[in-house]
């Protein structure tokens, strides 16, 4: 049996994956948790990493491996390879100011022009302001910035803090498409844009083709034998579209730490409107997304709040009938990208003496969380991009009331794929391409959960709390 490894280097966590070649089954796995913190000393990365190798029992029987990762976070390197400063992850609200300033500088219709994104606190780009305006020491000793997933694919090729070596970087167009300064219609770096956002020029990542191989393992590595072909990686939205086929007319929403919409198209997207981000796929087409901030983690304050394990918040949600009796929560715990909402906090709304109960509370909470992704589906359905299916994935699809309510609040068919780490899965394909030269073709095993008649009391009440609060034009509401 041939064996490949596929990385994913996320938020929370780093999970390895060994997979058989030829049909993509899950071998063996190993995780280690990240830091909890939003600015974070790169090294964990690589520690988690080498922990979560060894809890897979080690890569000496794989043929191959390739790194998937949380997209936009970067790492600062100075000439020998060393960070400079802690990374800003792509949640880190710290930015917002610098990507408000950014927008006024150049406008953002500019920006959606250059690069097809509106630009976020969560861009790449904001973070390079963040560094300038923070932080002038270490801008002016910066010669190389790169993502998460580029950093650790270089460290896996050898390199590391103090061997220089930044010539060496590489990086794939799914995560130079979500830095804010590469353009989707010419395939190239918009180097004036980030000498813009960041006061001078630095060494950017190579931009390798889908089925390249970023390099293979340096010496020396724990549980990582020398020579083993590296894949060139990607973002994680790319791997996980990769792993799930993912066609034109469908849609991907995933519920994992943060809330994401995306589709398959052949071209680039400019949404002049502000929300859908261009970014590319795995493949070379394109993967316009829309997100936000606030998913799984409401499922966590909901179940803290009523003591109950995160069955019991289904089964009482599905007590309660939909609209939960008028009761209505604005899940924007952590602010909002989506809209962007920098100040916002989550509210409750329509609270009675009658509606406020357990069984409600807990629909509230389904509810709310849904309505936001839900309209990241209407955005997406106003560029032209309409979903015809609707893919459902992350830790919280598994849920029978993420399940039963989303299809109270869509009328496109919705399926579940089979329980597996899609990220991962992706990453492992590219692997397989850096050994074979091509994409393996391994079965995705869905199941369509039963239609349910639309309840637009759901969506019209989150409406008209977002409108109560003045987060966004009465006009604008139902977006």
Same mark, same amino acid.
């Given at each position: ?9 996320? @938020? ?7 997979r058989?070649l ?25 520690s988690?990493?080498?922990l ?11 043929a ?9 976070t ?15 992850l792509?949640?880190d ?7 408000? *300033? ?39 000793? @910066?010669?190389?910035?790169a ?7 270089w460290r ?5 803090? &103090?061997?220089?070596?930044i ?9 130079a ?9 010419? &395939?190239?770096?918009?180097?004036d844009?980030?000498?813009?956002a ?15 191989? *970023?390099?293979?393992t ?11 072909p ?12 990769l792993?799930l ?13 943060s809330?994401?919409v ?5 071209? +680039? $997207? ?5 929300? !859908? ?25 909901g ?13 009482l949600?599905l007590?309660? +009938? ?56 209407d ?18 699809a598994?849920s029978s009331?993420?399940?039963?309510v989303?299809?109270?609040m !869509?009328? $496109?068919?919705v399926?579940?794929?089979a329980?597996d780490?899609?990220?991962t899965?992706g990453?492992?394909?590219?692997a ?5 030269g091509?994409? +393996?073709?391994?079965?995705?095993? @869905?199941t ?11 969506a ?20």
């Amino acid at each position: 049996m041939t064996l490949v490894a596929g990385i994913d280097s996320s @938020t929370q966590s780093c999970k390895v994956s060994v997979r058989d070649l030829a049909t993509g089954a899950q071998v063996r796995e190993g995780k280690a948790p990240h830091p909890p913190e939003t600015v974070v000393d790169p090294e964990a990365w690589w520690s988690a990493l080498l922990l979560a190798v060894q809890r897979a029992g080690g890569l000496d029987d794989v043929a191959a491996l390739s790194v998937s990762g949380q997209q936009h976070t970067p790492v600062f390197l100075d000439a020998t390879g060393t960070p400079v400063a802690d990374s800003p992850l792509w949640n880190d609200t710290g930015s917002h100011p610098h990507m408000v *300033a950014l927008n006024d500088e150049l406008g953002r219709e500019e920006w959606i022009r250059r690069t097809g994104l509106p630009i976020t606190l969560s861009d790449t780009v904001a973070k390079l302001r963040w560094l300038r305006d923070t932080d002038p020491e270490a801008t002016r000793r @910066t010669e190389a910035v790169a993502v998460v997933h580029d950093w650790v694919t270089w460290r896996l090729m050898g390199h590391g803090p &103090g061997t220089g070596g930044i010539d060496a970087l590489v990086t794939d167009r799914s995560e130079a498409s979500g830095t804010a300064y590469w353009s989707g219609e010419t &395939g190239e770096y918009c180097e004036d844009l980030f000498e813009h956002a960041f006061g001078r020029r630095a060494l950017l990542p190579r931009i390798l083709g889908p089925l390249d191989r *970023a390099g293979v393992t340096g010496r020396g590595i724990p549980g990582i034998p020398a020579g083993i072909p590296i894949g060139v990686g990607s973002g994680d939205n790319a791997a996980a579209s990769l792993a799930l086929a993912v066609q034109q007319g469908d849609a991907v929403l995933s519920i994992g730490t943060s809330g994401v919409v995306y589709t398959r198209s052949a071209d +680039p $997207v400019q949404d002049y409107d502000g929300y !859908v981000c261009s970014y590319a796929d795995a493949t070379g087409a394109h993967l316009p997304l829309v997100a936000t901030l606030n998913a799984a983690r409401n499922f966590d304050a909901g179940t803290a709040l009523l003591g109950c394990s995160y069955d019991e918040l289904a089964t009482l949600a599905l007590q309660a +009938p939909p609209g939960a009796e008028g009761l209505t929560l604005l899940p924007f715990f952590e602010s909002e990208r989506t809209p962007d909402l920098p100040q916002a906090r989550g509210t409750l709304h329509g609270a009675t003496l009658a509606n406020f109960s357990r069984k409600n509370f807990a629909r509230a909470v389904i509810e709310g969380t849904l309505a936001s992704q839900v309209a990241m589906l209407d955005i997406l359905a106003a560029s032209g991009l309409a979903a015809e299916r609707l893919v459902l994935i992350g830790g919280a699809a598994k849920s029978s009331a993420v399940q039963r309510v989303l299809t109270q609040m !869509v009328d $496109v068919p919705v399926v579940v794929p089979a329980l597996d780490e899609y990220v991962t899965k992706g990453s492992a394909m590219q692997a397989a391409a850096a050994l074979t030269g091509a994409f +393996p073709s391994w079965e995705v095993t @869905t199941t369509e959960l039963p239609r349910n008649p639309v309840e637009p009391q759901i969506a019209a009440q989150r409406d008209a709390a977002m409108t109560a609060l003045g987060y966004v034009e009465p006009a604008m509401a139902a977006v």
